[in-house]
Nanobody, 122 residues
Framework: QVQLVESGGRLVQAGDSLRLSCVSSGRTFSMYAVGWFRQAPGQEREFVASLSSNIGSTYYADSVKGRFTISRDNAKNTVYLQMNSLKPEDTAVYYC???????????????WGQGTQVTVSS
């Protein structure tokens, strides 16, 4: 069973960059599609980015396209979210997830991390 642990979240200023990491304890991590989601206070969890397990196709929410990059290092069982040009509206708890398909629906992911807080001040 895959388990996920996120890290890297912290307080930054608008315009800064930040890289989140998500480490998996499972040996079959490379077989999973992975996704990053975020949830701001009082709001539903929303899709940020995803990466397929096979050919490495990537998908992004319109709100982060061109600013965020998802990547993975299967040798390290780790998926990353590089976030550039951060905005106050990017403030949220960020979660990584693993599933069969790199889709935007939260229900399609089987395993979730505990989340890491990203706060962007203006």
């Amino acid at each position: 069973q895959v388990q996920l642990v996120e890290s890297g979240g912290r307080l930054v200023q608008a315009g800064d960059s930040l890289r989140l990491s998500c480490v998996s304890s499972g040996r079959t991590f490379s077989m999973y599609a992975v996704g990053w989601f975020r949830q701001a206070p009082g709001q539903e969890r929303e899709f940020v980015a995803s990466l397929s397990s096979n050919i490495g196709s990537t998908y992004y929410a319109d709100s982060v396209k061109g600013r965020f990059t998802i990547s993975r290092d299967n040798a390290k069982n780790t998926v990353y979210l590089q976030m550039n040009s951060l905005k106050p509206e990017d403030t949220a708890v960020y979660y990584c997830a693993a599933g069969r398909y790199a889709v935007a629906r939260t229900t399609q992911y089987d395993v979730w991390g505990q989340g890491t807080q990203v706060t962007v001040s203006s």
